[in-house]
Every structure is written in C-alpha cells, then in structure tokens.
C-alpha cells in the first residue's frame, strides 16, 4: 500500500520534539538555576531553526551594536552571513544592525506580554540610527522593518476552542504595541501574526483603517509555523515572492491555509511618539517576565 507524504504530520513533529526536549534540564536539576534552564531552552529552539536555515545565514545569542548604541541582550540573533561579525565566539554573537534579518525574544512563560514586547521595541532603536534605515525611510523603502522580531514561549497555554477571544492583556499588549514585533508563538497552539494595512482584503477582513495582528489557533502547530514563517522571510531577501513559495510550499501545510483558522484580529493603534527610556536587562529565570 502506497503511503503519501504528510507534511501537516511532519511540522506537528517539529511542534512535538519542541515540547519533549524543552525540560531536560529542569527534569534533572529542579529550580537549582532558572538562568541555565531558560538558556537551554533557547538553545533548543536555536538547534530546531538550524535545520532549515539557509546556508548564508547564521544565528546566535548576543548583541546588536552601531557606533554608539548597543541593543539590549537578544535571545536569538538570525544573521546574514556577508557581513562582518563584530564578535563571535560559540553561539555568542556582536553584530551590525545591517546584517540582521531576526531576533526572536524565548520565554517558558509570560506573565505580561507587554513587557516582552517593549523589550523587543527598544532594540529598534539600534535600527533608526543607522545610515541605511534613514536612507531607506526617504526614499519609502521599508526593507528594515520587514525583519523578522519574534515572541516564543513554550507554555504559555491558554484554554482555546474555535469561537475563543484572546486573552485580554494579550489583545491590549498586541493592540498598543508599535507592530515592530511581528510573529509570536504563545504556546504550541496559538500563533499570531502581524499584517500590513493593505493585506486586510487578502485576509478578508472589511474595515481595517491600520496594521493589525491576526491570532489562530493552530493545534499542535504554532511553534512550527513560527520558525516556518521565518525560513520563509529569510528565502524572500535572497528571492522574489514568486520564487520564494514555489521553493517553500512545504513550510504551510494546512490545507486551504491558517486563515479559516483564524479567531481574531486586532487592529493595531496609530504609532504614538514612544518613551525612547529602556531599562536594563535584570536576571531573568527564564520562566516569566
């Protein structure tokens, strides 16, 4: 008996293997170092995206650094490869702001996204001051901000069923936000992504007047979704869009696509001038924030 290929089976494995590997370390040494628990975790999720990764990129932990401004820490750095590196040694990384196509933020969990986000919104700033972001903003190119800024966290569970709203401090964290971070992974069955404006009829949503985020609920699959929306935006700096899906299909396997999966969407308010105030890293457990 002919057995065809799944590949809707094969990203639920990458969800599954995720969810298995993410407590090894916590099996074996209890609450003794959250610090080292949360590293493990981000190195679990690195190990799964460079599988797919194409070869002229790399990633990393570390910093995003321009003359005199320096990002704060970032759990993982997706880099291009024909640029220089700063600093590496092992997985830690010192890279241009030039070079970066992502930086994904790892939780276990996520007491208040807000802050998450905000933490992820401060590294923009290490973007603006480049010559290339202020060069590219006259002249209307927006290459810069179609980075990939990622929120990933292994068990931010929530009770969802097909009609089900968003939590509300997850809708007013997204609702607020600037729209720089654009994909989160709460959870292995709650994806969200971030639209342009001029998206909304694809999306056959009437009456959007902004940017906005869609959630779905994809069981079993959010965590892979997440890393195959990023393989897919790192082929489109190398490819046009037409090329770039005829080389990715497998990545998005639900049939008829994630949108009849949708449970909401959340416009996204108008850019207010943002407190450029950024506190420092603390130490961090890795469990929440």
């Known amino acids: 008996m002919t057995q065809h290929p799944s590949f809707e089976d094969f990203q639920k494995s990458i969800n599954q293997e995720l969810s298995v590997i993410k407590d090894r370390v916590r099996q074996l040494i209890g609450s003794a170092h959250w610090g080292e628990d949360g590293r493990f975790k981000e190195a679990v999720l690195r190990n799964i995206i460079n599988r797919f990764l194409p ?31 700063f600093f590496a040694e092992g997985d830690f990384v010192i890279v241009h702001p ?22 992820l919104e401060c590294t923009r ?23 990939f800024v990622g929120v990933f966290c292994y068990d931010c569970n929530f009770n969802l069923t097909r009609n089900s709203k968003l939590p509300k401090t997850v809708r007013e964290a997204l609702r607020s936000s600037t729209g720089w971070v654009n994909y989160l992974a709460l959870g292995p069955n709650l994806f969200i992504r971030k639209w342009s404006k001029s998206d909304a009829n694809l999306s056959d949503i009437p009456n959007i007047q902004s940017d906005f985020y869609n959630a779905y609920k994809l069981n079993n699959l959010a965590f892979s979704y997440f890393i195959s929306n990023l393989i897919f935006d790192l082929i489109t700096w190398n490819q046009d869009s ?9 990545l998005f396997p639900i ?23 950024c506190p420092q890293d603390e130490e961090d457990d890795g469990s929440t924030v």
């Open 255 to 277: 049939e008829g696509g994630k949108e009849q999966r949708r449970l909401e969407t959340i416009p996204i308010q108008p850019e207010k001038k943002q407190n450029e105030f």
């Open 98 to 119: 030039n070079s970066v196509r992502g930086i994904i933020e790892v939780k276990t969990s996520i007491t208040k996204l807000e802050d998450v986000i905000k933490h």
């Open 242 to 250: 037409l090329e770039a899906w005829e080389n990715s299909w497998f």
């Open 55 to 85: 070869k002229n990129f790399s990633l990393g932990t570390g910093f995003i650094v321009y003359e005199n401004t320096v990002s704060k820490q970032q759990d993982i750095i997706i880099y291009d490869n024909r640029y220089p590196v």
């Open 125 to 147: 700033s290490v973007f603006k001051s480049t010559i290339f972001y202020r060069l590219a903003e006259e002249v209307k190119e927006i290459k810069m901000e179609n980075i």
